[in-house]
């Protein structure tokens, strides 16, 4: 019944910037949380940032200080903003969120960090 649906991911330069976003569709009656995980090649699945419904965030340490989460409740979506990118960043980055009685998934947008 509820699906995310990501976009915004591509190819940029080091240093250079991305916003990401995933619109959450269908019966959602309630979102307690949104955000964002990423899978590098042969690397396990990580968190990147998260947003709960008290507009709590947290991020992981290596993203900290160049990665914003944000989610607007009136469009059911949310973004990830991404600044100063390094080759460490690529990934496929995949939507994820705690809505209603259930967690999703989105299918991922592959981001790619090179020169």
């Known amino acids: 019944q509820v699906q995310l649906a990501e976009s915004g991911g591509g190819l940029v330069q080091p240093g250079g910037s991305l916003r990401l976003s995933c619109a959450a569709s269908?019966?959602?009656?309630?979102?307690?949380?949104m955000g964002w995980f990423r899978q590098a090649p042969g690397k396990q699945r990580e968190v990147v940032a998260v947003?709960?419904?008290?507009?709590?965030?947290n991020y992981a340490d290596s993203v900290k200080g160049r990665v914003s989460v944000f989610l607007d409740n009136a469009k059911n979506t949310v973004y990830l903003q991404m600044n100063s990118l390094k080759p460490e960043d690529t990934a496929v980055y995949y939507c994820?969120?705690?809505?209603?009685?259930?967690?999703?998934w989105g299918q991922g947008t592959q981001v790619t960090v090179s020169s």
């Open positions: 994820w969120g705690r809505l209603s009685q259930n967690e999703y």
């Open positions: 947003i709960t419904s008290a507009n709590r965030t």
């Open positions: 269908g019966s959602i009656f309630r979102i307690y949380a």
